[in-house]
């Protein structure tokens, strides 16, 4: 379920050569989140704890693996699936269930950095020494051991939002599967940067700008990070900065996968051609029956 938002204003941009220079274009009006899964309400809050990757709470996660399962809990689509119509999770685990040698910088309202889900999964910055208020590897923020809070300017990167979306969306990408608790992520040992952009109400485009500039410079440091997730949608395009700011994180190998919002919105029709960097990854919304 969308959280409100204001009603943006509409720009028409029709072709990228048109797009006036990034000093007038006028900043882009807060991004609306997205809820993280569309089969359960709060999934690391709602599943009973697992044994097995095979248990019967492993089923509800249809998304992983969809046998056709009726599943226990699904406010917002089908109780039962089609066999088939999932991302076939499982049969990849048989190659690899993830590296933590890999970052996923998660731009987001933070993540619950006391859950056990992501004991094992929170990246930690090496050149840090944790609270001791000194900027130790001089990178311009102070004590981020685990990321940064562009929000509020400091450290903080706990997951205090009411919707937990934060937190929810890190457990899509990473909860640690078959540890008897819990959900499974699709990669059980990636490392999350926490990059806090957002709150209940959505998240600004200065915020966006520092956060992808800011993984840059990490990146550039040496730290792997692969890709940014960002699980929330504007319905007005993007501006010169902001795409500029995405190309940049393609430039320095790191994708940008992006959510194509939950109302099976056609964004091949809604953007103009060529206006989306090479880097970024729309990713649409389905049910366990497979429709948008």
């Known amino acids: 379920m969308k959280l409100p938002l204001a009603k943006p204003r509409r720009r028409v941009l029709p072709r990228r050569a048109s797009l006036p220079p990034a000093g007038i274009v006028e900043a882009l009006e807060e991004r609306v989140l997205l809820s993280a899964v569309a089969a359960t309400n709060s999934p690391l809050a709602l599943l009973p704890n697992e044994s097995t990757i095979a248990s019967p709470r492993f089923s509800d996660l249809w998304w992983l693996q969809n046998t056709g399962q009726t599943l226990s809990s699904a406010p917002t689509g089908p109780l039962t699936g089609v066999a088939g119509d999932d991302i076939g999770a499982t049969k990849a685990w048989d190659l690899t269930t993830g590296s933590n040698a890999a970052v996923v910088a998660v731009f987001d309202t933070g993540i619950d950095l006391t859950n056990p889900e992501f004991t094992n999964n929170l990246w930690?910055?090496?050149?840090?020494?944790?609270?001791?208020?000194?900027?130790?590897?001089h990178n311009g923020f102070v004590d981020d051991e685990y990321g940064w809070n562009f929000v509020d300017g400091n450290n903080n990167v706990q997951d205090t939002s009411l919707t937990n979306h934060g937190t929810l969306v890190s457990g899509v990408i990473a909860a640690q599967g078959n540890n008897g608790q819990g959900i499974s992520g699709v990669a059980w040992n990636v490392d999350l940067l926490t990059v806090k952009v957002g709150t209940d109400t959505g998240v600004t485009s200065q915020d966006?700008?520092?956060?992808?500039?800011?993984?840059?410079?990490?990146?550039?440091?040496?730290?792997?990070i692969v890709a940014i997730n960002a699980s929330y949608i504007s319905f007005a395009l993007p501006t010169l900065d902001e795409l500029n700011a995405i190309k940049s994180a393609?430039?320095?190998?790191?994708?940008?996968?992006?959510?194509?919002?939950?109302?099976?919105?056609?964004?091949?029709?809604?953007l103009p051609s060529g206006f989306v960097p090479s880097n970024m990854i729309l990713v649409a919304a389905t049910?366990?029956?497979?429709p948008l």
């Not at 930690?124 to 590897?137: A, F, S, V």
């Not at 966006?208 to 792997?224: D, E, H, P, T, W």
């Not at 393609?250 to 809604?270: C, K, M, Q, T």
């Open 287 to 290: 049910d366990n029956r497979d």
């Open 250 to 270: 393609g430039d320095v190998g790191i994708s940008y996968v992006a959510a194509a919002g939950n109302s099976g919105l056609n964004f091949d029709s809604i």
């Open 124 to 137: 930690k910055n090496p050149g840090e020494i944790p609270n001791n208020g000194i900027d130790d590897d």
């Open 208 to 224: 966006l700008i520092a956060g992808i500039n800011y993984v840059i410079a990490l990146k550039q440091r040496g730290v792997n």
